[in-house]
């Protein structure tokens, strides 16, 4: 899981870094693992005299026709661009950045490589990624690319070698071959949709893709079942002429950008909403920001419920509703279902000792607006110390070291209590046992477990960090074996939302159901 920017201007700018970073940091919930932002440089001539004066540069003169600018490390995009003079660097009219989430990854291939080579790649592996020819591209993406190792076996028959362990580079791979190839005498627009047809064609998987192409514009595209969000916005000027184009994962990195929307859609802040590269599309925007849109292949829209209930910032938009919005309206739903079990029954013999939690902090806004809906205290009983998504942690000993280190519990608020706590989904449950445990040992009277997606039974090969049938606690079990799992006791509950819930919730008809369909 990956979040991505894109912006381009019609001029140069000192700060384009800093417009990037500002959106990146926006969209860090999405990945913590890394950060990249890249930038092109505008030269004051046209693509056929840069690419003659290009070709008869000597020695160390053809740096001065280097247009790209790129800084990336590992961490928190606080942590990577933490000396300032790093965003200074990154001048230029266009440029993309990511944050990063290691999904599928590719890091099984580590062992045909030295360790020099195999840290070399490493950082290579960060986003963006970039070519290094005349017409210089420079790509992020949010996706998982599923057949990889074929596509990349096919450049290695060219001499090329793997350069990282980004599946990304299958897909620069790919583009820029497509792009390279097609003559230079059509114009760039057909040059672009004939490439990312080919895109479409060749790479298999889930993926939005940015890039900006030397002396050409940025191009975004979408596969066509589009379960990653992507959102576009313009700044303008004083009379209303586009300015600036920005792209980006989430509308809540468009809004902090200062970038406004142009749909005919009012928000329910009575903002214009943004609009979407739509599933199939790609958007292409030339140096003279010139607008192009093209559907190249047909729609099969598949929107992932995850994105709404534990990825996407509670104040971005998806499907035109606040996703808080959404999350207030599946707990409604489950808690009219709640009111009919043996676990409210139970409870509502004991309301004074009854109080409201939120596990993880994507589940506090449902928690909260549970609290009124349902008439009981909402108690911020659990503090989480981190920002980073325990069950996207490399390994197991990862997350479990996670978990010991990032929940802490207010003793005194739980003890002797009935504790019904919303959580936003269980993937392989290394959480909420380290939890259930504890809250007994501390001696809570009852857990009732209220959580916001249904059992995750199997794996995704969509871009989110669970890959296998053996690692999801609920694989292959009933409700009540996956209590036992967790070592909740006969008098807890543990109830999840179900597909009509969300449905409902969400107003998607046709969501991805592959993670959790029987």
């Not at 381009?8 to 959106?23: A, L, T, W």
């Not at 313009?234 to 920005?246: F, H, K, L, Q």
Request: net charge negative; with cysteine; glycine share 6%.
């Amino acid at each position: 899981m990956c979040g991505i920017i894109g912006v381009i201007s019609k001029n140069n700018r000192d700060d384009m870094g800093e417009i990037i970073h500002e959106g990146l940091h926006h969209e860090q919930n999405r990945g913590d693992f890394s950060a990249g932002i890249a930038t092109m440089i505008k030269y004051p001539f046209n693509k056929k005299e840069y690419n003659a004066a290009l070709e008869i540069a000597v020695g160390h003169t053809i740096n001065d026709f280097d247009p790209m600018r790129i800084e990336k490390g590992h961490g928190l995009v606080a942590e990577v661009f933490h000396d300032h003079n790093k965003l200074k660097k990154l001048t230029g009219f266009m440029g993309v950045g990511q944050v990063r989430y290691p999904t599928a990854g590719y890091t099984e291939t580590e062992k045909q490589f030295s360790e020099e080579i195999s840290k070399q790649m490493s950082f290579d592996s960060i986003q963006p990624l970039y070519t290094s020819g005349k017409e210089k591209i420079s790509m992020v993406h949010n996706g998982d690319v599923h057949n990889f190792r074929e596509i990349m076996n096919h450049f290695e028959e060219m001499h090329l070698r793997q350069a990282t362990y980004n599946d990304v580079e299958a897909i620069l791979n790919v583009f820029s071959k497509e792009f390279i190839k097609f003559s230079e005498n059509v114009n760039d627009n057909e040059r672009l949709k004939h490439t990312v047809r080919s895109v479409f064609e060749r790479v298999k998987g889930t993926y939005n893709v940015l890039a900006v192409i030397n002396t050409v514009g940025l191009v975004a595209f979408r596969d066509s079942e589009g379960r990653r969000p992507f959102f576009f916005g313009v700044r303008t000027d004083v009379e209303e002429n586009v300015t600036e184009y920005a792209f980006a994962s989430e509308t809540i990195a468009l809004e902090k950008m200062n970038f406004k929307g142009t749909s005919e859609e009012i928000y329910a802040n009575e903002k214009r909403s943004y609009e979407e590269v739509l599933p199939g599309q790609m958007i292409f925007i030339d140096t003279n920001l010139n607008f192009f849109r093209s559907q190249i292949v047909d729609p099969d829209p598949r929107p992932c419920p995850f994105e709404v209930f534990y990825f996407s910032r509670a104040s971005s938009f998806l499907n035109n509703s606040r996703v808080k919005n959404m999350r207030r309206k599946i707990i409604e739903s489950m808690w009219d279902r709640f009111e009919n079990t043996s676990g409210y029954g139970q409870i509502s013999e004991d309301i004074d000792n009854t109080i409201i939690s939120a596990m993880p902090k994507t589940g506090e806004s449902a928690a909260i607006h549970l609290s009124r809906y349902s008439h009981l205290p909402y108690d911020n009983s659990i503090e989480k110390f981190s920002s980073s998504r325990i069950f996207m942690q490399q390994t197991q000993d990862d997350r479990e070291n996670k978990t010991n280190s990032d929940l802490s519990v207010f003793d005194e608020d739980v003890k002797g209590k009935n504790l019904i706590i919303v959580d936003d989904s269980i993937v392989r449950g290394s959480t909420l046992k380290h939890f259930v445990e504890y809250m007994h040992n501390v001696g809570v009277k009852s857990i009732h477990l209220l959580i916001t997606f249904p059992p995750i039974i199997n794996p995704c090969h969509h871009a989110i960090n669970f890959k296998t049938n053996e690692e999801l606690v609920a694989h292959n079990k009933t409700v009540d074996e996956i209590k036992i799992e967790l070592g909740l006791r006969n008098n807890d509950t543990l109830l999840y939302a179900t597909h009509d819930d969300m449905r409902c919730a969400t107003g998607y008809t046709n969501m991805c159901d592959e993670c959790y369909k029987y």
